[in-house]
Structures are given as structure tokens and as C-alpha cells.
């Protein structure tokens, strides 16, 4: 650790291959099921996608922001195309910098701020240690950034998830339309098919939404939140302890505390 250059590991991209599999995994039996029953077209009605498609937009817009709805529109494909951080190569980095400070003083630190700008809260918190700011102002001013980013991603979970309680409801609102329409034409042999179509295909088009689309995309978005949530509190900690110039293996100990048993490290030993 002579010198001052340290291999910093970047976020990388990378595509959840397990969300991927099961949209497609979902949607294909389902559309199998229909192919199988020998009537697909039978499953595509105009009124009825305007009816849960438009009015569980419409309806999730009025209990949110439209900064929300559109924040959560880009955070969606986040959960396809997600930037990927082993919290147990975060520990590792955050452990080189410490012993790099320890050996070298902090102001080494000014030699690797370069290397840290794909960590933008990493990168934060060795610039105030390196003006010299104290570590517990360095820790609380982390942890703030940190729980505006984990309430900015729950923001968006909780948009999926009251649209996830909306589909169904339009469905329901849809089927009652297809039955008034139905109840209302009886003299009309005619009519009642295509009514009867609008009132059961809007719940199954709820239905599906629901539980296959907003309910497992909610999911995903917390578990993602989660993580990143891990690595930065690694962040926040190792800024802080070096920070207060602690012994790198003190801070070694304090992140495994935190650390599933399975990404658990060893640096010093």
C-alpha cells in the first residue's frame, strides 16, 4: 500500500436475468393457455385496455406527483437493467482507503478522489474527510443522503404497489359497465356477447396487471433499494471511521457487523 493507487471495483451493469424469466415464464403459460383454448382474439378488447390500462394511470396519478409517476416510470427499468455492487468488495475498498489514510495521513486520500466518482456517496464522504471535516459531521451528513435515496426508491415501490391495488378495482368497475351495457340491450341478442366480453376480460386484464406486473415489480424495487442501501451504509461507515483516524481492523470488525454471515471478510488476517 506504498503508493497511491488503489484498484477501486465500479458498479457494474448488468440485466436480472431471474425478472427477465419471469415476465416472460408468466406471460408465456398464460398465452399458451389462451392458444391452447383456440380463441386469442377473444382476449383482446379495446374498451376494456382503455378501462384498466387508462384508468389505474389515471387513478394512481391522483394520489401521487407527476415527478413521482414520471421518477418511477425510469426506476422501473431498473429492475431489468440494475447496477450490480458486491457489498463484500465495497468492504474491501473502503478497508484499502482506511489503510491507505492510516499509513499515508488523509490527505493521501487526494491522490484516489479521482477513482471514486462511479461511487458518488463514497466519493462525498472522502472529499469532507479530506478538507478535514470531522468524522461524526461526515457520518451524519451520509446517513441523510443515504435515507433520501432508500425514501426516494421506496417512493416509487409504494406508486407500483397502489397501482397494484387500482387494477383489479378498474377491473371490477369495467365488469360492471359490460353487465349495465349487457342488462340494458337484452332485446339485442347482439349485444350481449361483446358486453359480456368487456365485463370478464377488464378483471382478468386487472388481475393480471396486478399480480404479475405491479405486485412483483414492487418487490423487486424494495429488494434492489435493500441492497444498495447495504453498500452505502459500507460507505458511511468507512468515511466516517476514517474520519475519526480509527484502526482499520476496528472498522474491519464494525463491517462485518453489518454484513451477511456469507459476505463476511477477512482483510487483515
Known amino acids: 500500500m506504498a503508493d497511491t493507487t488503489i ?62 409517476m414520471l421518477r418511477t416510470i425510469s426506476v422501473i427499468m431498473k429492475t431489468i437493467s440494475y447496477t450490480a455492487r458486491d457489498p463484500s468488495e465495497a468492504a474491501i475498498q473502503v478497508l484499502q482507503i482506511a489503510e491507505l489514510a492510516r499509513r499515508q495521513g488523509v490527505l493521501s486520500l487526494q491522490g484516489i478522489l479521482s477513482q471514486l466518482q462511479s ?27 443515504m435515507m433520501s435515496t432508500v425514501q426516494r426508491h421506496l417512493k416509487s415501490a409504494s406508486v407500483l404497489k397502489k397501482a397494484s391495488e387500482f387494477a383489479p ?16 340491450n337484452l332485446e339485442d341478442p347482439s349485444t350481449i356477447g361483446p358486453s359480456m366480453s368487456v365485463a370478464l376480460i377488464t378483471t382478468f386484464y386487472g388481475a393480471v396487471l396486478a399480480n404479475m406486473v405491479f405486485t412483483p415489480m414492487a418487490a423487486k424495487l424494495e429488494r434492489n433499494s435493500n441492497e444498495e442501501a447495504m453498500v452505502n451504509n459500507i ?19 464494525l463491517l462485518n457487523s453489518v454484513l451477511p454471515p456469507a459476505k463476511r471478510i477477512q482483510y487483515f488476517d
Open 7 to 68: 484498484q477501486i471495483t465500479k458498479a457494474r451493469s448488468a440485466t436480472d436475468i431471474a425478472t427477465l424469466i419471469g415476465l416472460i415464464g408468466g406471460f408465456g403459460l398464460i398465452m399458451s393457455a389462451i392458444f391452447i383454448g383456440g380463441s386469442p382474439g377473444a382476449f383482446i378488447d379495446i374498451p376494456s385496455i382503455l378501462i384498466v390500462l387508462g384508468g389505474t394511470a389515471s387513478v394512481t396519478m391522483m394520489c401521487f406527483s407527476m415527478s413521482e
Open 119 to 145: 461511487e458518488p456517496l463514497l466519493f462525498k464522504g472522502m472529499s469532507m474527510v479530506v478538507d478535514g471535516t470531522p468524522g461524526e459531521e461526515v457520518e451524519a451528513i451520509l446517513k441523510k443522503d
Open 169 to 184: 378495482a378498474m377491473g371490477l368497475i369495467g365488469t360492471l359497465i359490460g353487465l349495465v351495457q349487457m342488462l340494458g
Open 235 to 253: 460507505y458511511v461507515m468507512g468515511a466516517s471511521s476514517i474520519g475519526r483516524q480509527e484502526n482499520p481492523r476496528r472498522l474491519e470488525m
